[in-house]
């Protein structure tokens, strides 16, 4: 026990009596090989205590074939004797964008809203980057239960379409609030019933943060997200409608009373225990608040955020006099795959090249 998780429990090492885990003890934003002895235990690390490990144990535990990566090492495979400790370099990927046009990856923490957490942040600066401009930024926001976005992992865990922007000489900023996994229950639960409200608070942390930052052009906010990413975007665009220009919502939850039962229940409880956090979550009464330039994305086939839930927002946008964007993927389902995938992707890029940049 301690101020750490177990993120997985991956077997037995029979000839010496130890549990294998993997934990994030030596970094919350890290998962490690560890043995824990029965009857003492006691820790033992298997691994060379940075990165993220994905380590699969022998049927005996006696081995592990561990495929890692580091924020400087794409991928690496080694083969540990868990009773000896010592491993065996397999593998180790060269870098696929070497002679790319990259940016610079960083990683970082800020305080949460109650000025105690820390929060963990990475930082996607523009393809040749000078402190001494102003750039448009674009926070990509999940900000919901069981995942998370930033691991010490290859590029901090940056996915490719930062990079891409990047190049068009945008910041790309992600945090993971309260609410998102592996930071313990405490930290997990503090948005039990009112999802959205402490998530908010904790990315406009982030923002005053950005805001800071002599580089970043506080007029040319943006934000990003799908799923509970798109809930969150519409959240902060109708919240506060001063900060953010312009906003792209894909699959977005609208009204938690429409989503699925078992994950819906699960994190708000039910609609007839909890009607003031429910009331208090719906984005459509905040459709009358929004002011920048929004453009919701939804597969007309998704079956976990059903179009319902847009269609309503865009109704209520209606009679209210806001005016949303509205784009759809015929017979697709939450997310988008192929060339539909690189589609969406240039769509969510040239809605900021035309209203952001």
Known sequence: SGNWVVIDFLGFNQKDKTVLIHSNELSPIQKNLFSVNINTGKRTLLDNGRGYHEATPSHSGLWSFDRFSEPDIPRKITVTNNSKNQSKELFV??????????????????????????????????VDFDPQKKYPTVIYVYGGPHAHNVDARWNYGSRGWETYMAQKGYLLFILDNRGSEHRGREFEQSTFRQLGQVEMQDQMKGVEFLKSLPYVDAERMGVHGWSFGGFMTISLMTNYPEVFKVGVAGG?????????????????????????????????????????????????????????????????CNLVGTQPDFYVYPGEGHNMRGHQSTHLHERITQYFEDYLK
């Open 93 to 126: 990927s060269d870098n696929p964008w070497v002679g790319y046009n990259v940016p610079e990856y960083s990683c970082g923490t800020i305080k949460a809203a109650d000025g105690v957490t820390d929060l963990y942040y990475r930082m996607v600066k523009p």
């Open 252 to 316: 977005p939850v609208i009204d938690w009373k429409w989503y699925e039962v078992m994950y819906g229940e699960r994190y708000m409880d039910t609609p007839q225990n909890n009607p003031e956090g429910y009331e208090k979550t719906s984005l459509i009464a905040k459709a009358k608040e929004l002011k920048g330039k929004l453009q919701i994305i939804q597969g007309m086939n998704d079956p976990t955020v059903v179009p319902q839930h847009c269609l309503k927002f865009i109704h209520e």
